[in-house]
């Protein structure tokens, strides 16, 4: 940060000479300027005049900025950096400013987390658990989906036979086999849980009425 210690005005033959109307570089006041650097604030408790001019204010103004400038330059640690030229470093600030918005409200907790916190189930980041390693491939699968583990089985070329399950798909008689029964039953516990989903709305929405 540079300070000019005068206001050179150029004639028409190129000289310069020194402008009589310079204000002075040192303020002196009655009562003593205070000052919160961090904020870049100059407070002035002297009084103005009753009716104070335009040329007055401006003064007045002219004096705390030059009074800022010269307490920053004498008592804050100058560095100069490479890239971003000379830093003037700020103290912490002490004048405590009000806030522009009121506190936001707290957010009313939903129906969800009351049951998560009841039961101590912890909220999981997006995308978290949707992985699992699969020893045998030696890699990491979706659980559900597209090539999800919940499908292991199902593409094998051979299947073992469970004796209880085959006689379940011979008491069936709907021309079904044991190959296809990993895929039935995935999809038997799909539509329970899409009636599970129905019922849960449908009571919801009922206490919902209620209240």
């Not at 002075?24 to 407070?43: A, E, Q, R, S």
């Not at 009841?118 to 997006?126: F, L, Q, T």
């Not at 009636?195 to 849960?200: D, I, S, Y």
């Amino acid at each position: 940060m540079e300070t000019d210690h005068a206001v050179v005005d150029t004639n028409v033959n190129g000289s310069t000479q020194e402008s009589s109307e310079q204000a002075p570089i040192t303020v002196t006041k009655p009562i003593p300027y205070t000052f919160d650097l961090g904020n870049l604030l100059c407070n002035d408790s002297n009084p103005l005049p009753p009716k104070p001019t335009d040329k007055q204010l401006a003064s007045t103004a002219r004096d705390c900025a030059q009074a800022l400038i010269n307490q920053l330059l004498t008592t804050c640690p100058i560095t100069s950096h490479p890239t971003d030229g000379v830093l003037l470093t700020l103290p912490p600030p002490t004048t405590i400013l009000p806030r522009e918005k009121p506190l936001p409200a707290a957010k009313e907790v939903t129906k969800w987390e009351k049951f998560a916190k009841k039961k101590g189930i912890k909220d999981k980041r997006k995308g978290e658990g949707k992985m699992v390693y699969d020893e045998e491939k030696g890699e990491w699968v979706p659980k559900w989906g597209y090539k999800g583990k919940n499908k292991d089985g199902e593409g094998d070329w051979i299947v073992e036979v469970d004796e209880q399950k085959e006689k379940i798909v011979h008491a069936r008689d709907d021309g079904s086999g044991v190959r296809g029964e990993g895929r039935r039953e995935r999809m038997d516990k799909v539509k329970r849980n899409e009636r599970k989903q129905r019922n849960n709305d449908r009571k919801s929405r009922k206490s919902g009425n209620m209240a």
